[in-house]
């Protein structure tokens, strides 16, 4: 176990938010307390003190890093795929994936309860993965305003999101990855035909097209 | 404060179930413990096990009578619309509402660890309010088979249902009703546009349709 001292403040950091995923990844949020997680890396409380403000601000560069990794696996997934509509589907798998694998730190990028200020730095990491959703987008609808597309990209990760959360509580009759997964498609590719087909300007009969 | 004895075992039963429906809608799920409840109906904690197996037990439900009460306000929203593609879009909207007015007792039902065998008697109040999903869907794309509506209306209810669960912890940049509401609809009109589009036979392009 590391000593006291034995670290220069930058490297105490990066010790003690490495610690906190790996706690929080076996255990769930419950398990990470500044006692804890002290004990883990063999420094005293007090010494956390000094690289985080509060244990909210540990959470939340904990759910940047776990942000970060997303991102990188997203990154990955995107750039195999030219395709946009592949590109959107594969995210989504990915997306899927993600959750299953790092199923209580996902959570706690969701549920922890935010400042009401965050600092800039943590908005981005969620605008970096959008963006890669947003690109696709445009690419396969290049007609719509930028506006649409990011709502558009909000509305459909919110859905793909929905179809985790309810994997993960077990609400479904199949929650089998395979399973999920076809959910996940089935949800992405409805909306995209809908999303291509209205941009195009396709025709729905009358009757439908006034509840827009 | 009632009295013990005063009621017969099912008043007390439903005694508590309202009593504990009030202390979950108020303060959360942690609020609500055994003691608790007991002191609220003025009986003691040994009573509650008389019509409760557990917690669990009254939590499921609970949970029962919230979805009894979603599909109140949800048969009442599709009774007023004839147009199945309306009435999907008001069933979003009231799915959307319900969460957001009975935020604690709506998260208790999809959060909460179920028993590995449920009773009968709670799959089917979540069958009935899918009935209604299903029954549209049905209507605006009658050539799909019944295990593609039942595979569509989850997927798509999924959907919406993450749009509540990222709206509840204020992860949208606008959590306001008409905001997250409009997100909702983003969704299922898409989606909708999609499914009905793909049942028609309406050609992708091949690139595209493959991916399918």
């Given at each position: 176990m590391a000593r006291r001292s034995e670290h220069t403040r930058e490297q105490l950091h990066d010790l003690a938010l490495k610690a906190a995923g790996r706690i929080v990844a076996r255990?769930?949020?419950?398990?990470?307390?500044a006692r804890r997680l002290a004990a883990a890396i063999g420094y005293t409380v007090g010494s956390l003190y000094l690289v985080f403000r509060n244990l909210d601000d540990l959470i939340l560069q904990l759910n940047a890093q776990t942000l970060d990794e997303l991102h990188g696996q997203a990154r990955e997934v995107a750039e195999k795929q030219p395709d946009p509509r592949k590109r959107l589907l594969a995210l989504a798998g990915a997306y899927v994936r993600f959750a299953g694998e790092h199923r209580h730190l996902w959570r706690l990028v969701y549920e922890h309860r935010q400042p009401a200020r965050l600092p800039a730095w943590y908005p981005e990491r969620v605008a970096r993965i959008f963006a890669l959703i947003e690109g696709a987008l445009t690419e396969l609808?290049?007609?719509?305003?930028p506006a649409e597309i990011r709502q558009a990209a909000r509305a459909l990760w919110s859905g793909v999101h929905g179809v985790c959360v309810l994997a993960m509580t077990g609400r479904f009759d199949d929650s089998s990855e395979t399973a999920v997964q076809a959910m996940a498609s089935l949800l992405v590719s409805n909306f995209l035909d809908g999303f291509v087909a209205t941009a195009r300007g396709a025709r729905r009969p009358a009757a439908r097209r006034r509840v827009k």
């Open positions: 255990e769930g949020i419950s398990a990470l307390t609808a290049p007609a719509r305003r």
